[in-house]
């Protein structure tokens, strides 16, 4: 995997948007395909029988992630609610392992719900194939897990290429196994999602890439119509399913979101492609690096300074819409080992689609930022929080 994709930063962002306008042309046809109109948007109240629009946005996701079913709703509290309903539809209850995680451990909020196995990257943070291999042929399981961002960790996000590639090779070994995709931070990244190339299920969360910025709460699994049954089920109750759960008013919102979706995205990858080009100019080691293809939206960045790191993070909480005049501080978050410091000025409380950044206060002083729903707020804030760092003038 090469790290210069590109030959400069204009041929990165002209990229970007071009998979923002094959990504909207889908959605748009979709949309007009399911004759989208007003009524959809009304919803129901109480149960929750026979919301034509949720269904309705069920459909349109499905067909866009090239997915036999897909389930959307506001229910889902938040993308490890999903996820782990997703897990639940993919697994058997009481086996131990219940799941082998393939790249790496799974997401920090995803470790407790059931017992798992999990295959550690390469030292360049790669997938182990060959410890794959093995572990898929000789296991047989029942469920792997993929998780296509980075998350917090310090592995490549995983490109859809090389998510195909782990995909045939689990099919190859194992034809039963399912396979499920934490597709958190990559919805719409790439031309393709991991429904597309062959996986089982996926799920993620709205206050991230698919709502557009304007579902206000939710998530979404998408992928084998029997596991989307099973997923609605964990999610309900068996016998109801997907059935009930009225859409609360949101139904406008979700659609218009999942709309704008594919731009904003890209309005997020530019403002982390930016980031890495203003650090890199600035002798900074960055992941990934600003020419290289992308399939999430997260931008780390190493200051190797606690002062440094702190104040670029007050810098982007100081220059965000929302609560700007508040001052975050390093602090010790339930969960977590090392105290943390977070900037999150954004409309939908903890939305990551919005321009935010994290660290955890230990060595190497790495900053995790993603979001932007503007391109211009984003630019903005970087170079406001570069000052307030004292990295430029
Ligand atoms: C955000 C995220 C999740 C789910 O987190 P929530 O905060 O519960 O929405 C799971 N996996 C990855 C990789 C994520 O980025």
């Not at 071009?18 to 889908?26: D, E, P, R, S, W």
């Not at 029942?142 to 592995?155: D, E, F, H, N, P």
């Not at 008013?249 to 990858?269: D, E, S, T």
Request: with cysteine; proline share 5%; net charge negative.
């Amino acid at each position: 995997m090469s790290h210069v994709y590109f030959q400069s930063l204009e041929k990165a962002y002209e990229h970007i948007d071009n998979i923002a306008l094959v990504n909207t042309a889908k959605v748009l046809k979709s949309m007009q395909k399911f004759r989208v109109s007003d009524s959809h948007f009304a919803g129901t109240t109480g149960y929750g029988y026979n919301d034509v629009g949720r269904d309705i946005l069920d459909a349109i996701f499905a067909d866009v992630f090239e997915a036999e079913d897909a389930l959307v709703r506001v229910q889902f509290v938040n993308g490890t609610h999903a996820i782990s309903c997703a897990l639940r539809a993919v697994t058997q209850a009481g086996e131990n392992p219940s799941y082998i995680s393939l790249v790496g451990k799974p997401y920090d909020t995803l470790q407790g719900i059931m017992p798992f196995k999990h295959i550690d990257v390469t030292s360049d943070g790669s997938p182990d194939f060959e410890e794959i291999k093995k572990a898929v042929s000789d296991n047989k399981p029942r469920a792997v897990l993929i998780q296509r961002s980075r998350g917090y960790s310090t592995r490549k996000s995983l490109s859809i290429d090389v998510i195909k590639t782990l995909i045939d090779l689990v099919k190859d070994l194992s034809p039963e196994t399912y396979v499920l995709v934490d597709n958190c931070y990559g919805e719409f990244v790439e031309e393709l999602e991991p429904t597309a190339v062959g996986a089982d299920l996926i799920a993620g969360s709205l206050i991230k890439n698919p709502g557009g910025g304007l579902a206000v709460t939710g998530g979404y699994v998408a992928g084998k119509k029997h596991l989307v049954e099973k997923a609605a089920e964990a999610l309900t109750v068996p016998g109801i399913g997907r059935e009930c759960g009225s859409s609360l008013g949101q139904n406008r919102l979700l659609y218009q979101g999942f709309f704008m979706a594919p731009h904003i995205v890209a309005q997020a990858v530019k403002t982390a492609v930016f980031a890495a080009a203003e650090m890199e100019r600035r002798g900074y080691a960055v992941s990934p690096p600003s020419l290289e293809k992308r399939s999430d939206i997260i931008q780390s960045i190493n200051f190797d300074d606690r002062v440094k790191l702190i104040k670029f993070v007050q810098g982007i909480q100081a220059s965000s819409p929302v609560d700007a005049f508040a001052v975050p501080e390093p602090w010790a978050m339930p969960g977590y080992d090392d105290e943390v410091i977070m900037a999150a000025g954004t409309f939908i409380q903890g939305s990551s689609i919005e321009l935010s950044c994290d660290a955890p206060m230990r060595e190497p002083y790495c900053a995790y930022l993603q979001g932007g729903l503007t391109f211009e707020a984003g630019r903005l804030s970087i170079q406001a929080a570069l000052r307030n760092a004292g990295i430029i003038d």
